[in-house]
């Protein structure tokens, strides 16, 4: 029994008394730890990993951002600063749209972007599900944006804003060029412009009441090729 109580009084010892400087120090390393610790994890890292994997399993939906500005509200003692984010979301499959927010933190200026981009959804009829069934202008202010079709092989030839429109959108193949302002916010803008410009020959055909294959037969075709590319038609 007294080699237990030896064993055991300085352990005791150490756990219930200890020095006091000590148990204050570690107590301010695991505070200043933990916050460091929380900071990394609400860095843009851990944001992109839980937007892109948790949300993307549950509806589909793709969720990339584009920009993010600090923007300030002088006021009195100071000035006040807060967060703009610009997010563009998209079902990979035609279904695309946008959408900026403002907060005083930057997740939760993306939680508002990402809830406006949502409820302003439009659907692109693609071509062959990869591409554009034509050619097409957009603009916004200063901004103008020339989007072209493209062969399979081609990949998304776009920068910068528009290439998230077009990963979210699901085209595999189309060149872009952007002319003027180079602002996120208007080349988005534009882009969404010229993308509401783009028709399929099934609803050209439907609206004028035809056939697709009469569309598709006056380019010197013969009708079963234009039957044919007309039975091809996904949109």
């Known amino acids: 029994m007294a080699d237990e109580n030896t064993i055991e009084t300085p352990d005791v010892a150490v756990e219930a008394g200890g020095d006091a400087g000590e148990a ?24 992109d990993d839980r937007r ?3 949300q993307e399993e549950d509806d589909g ?3 990339k951002l584009v920009h993010i500005n600090r923007v300030s509200k002088t006021v009195k003692g100071g000035k006040r600063f ?3 984010a610009l ?16 907060a005083r933190e930057v997740p939760e200026a993306i939680t508002k972007a990402t809830a ?15 591409t554009l069934h034509h050619d097409g202008n957009g603009r916004f202010g200063a901004g ?12 998304i030839i776009a920068g910068g804003p528009m290439r998230a429109v077009f990963e979210s959108l699901g085209v595999a193949d189309v060149v872009t060029k952007s002319v003027g302002t180079s602002n996120p916010y208007n080349m988005i803008r534009a882009t969404f412009d010229a993308l509401t410009e783009q028709t399929s020959p099934k609803s050209v055909a439907q609206r004028r009441g035809k056939k697709v294959a009469d569309l598709l037969g006056r380019g010197g075709s013969s ?12 949109e």
Not at 116 to 130: T, Y
């Open 61 to 63: 939906i793709i969720e």
């Open 52 to 54: 892109g994997g948790k």
């Open 144 to 155: 103008k944006v020339t989007l072209r079709t493209a062969p399979p092989g081609t990949g």
């Open 223 to 234: 009708a079963a090729e234009a039957e044919a590319d007309a039975a091809a038609i996904v």
């Open 116 to 130: 406006a981009a949502r409820k302003k959804m439009i659907r692109v009829p693609l071509k062959e599900g990869r």
């Open 82 to 84: 807060g967060f703009a």
């Open 87 to 102: 997010v563009v979301v998209g079902d990979g499959q035609g279904r695309v749209g946008f959408g900026h927010g403002k």
């Open 24 to 47: 204050q120090g570690r107590r301010g390393r695991g505070r200043g730890g933990n916050r460091e610790g929380g900071d990394r994890g609400r860095g843009r890292g851990g944001r």
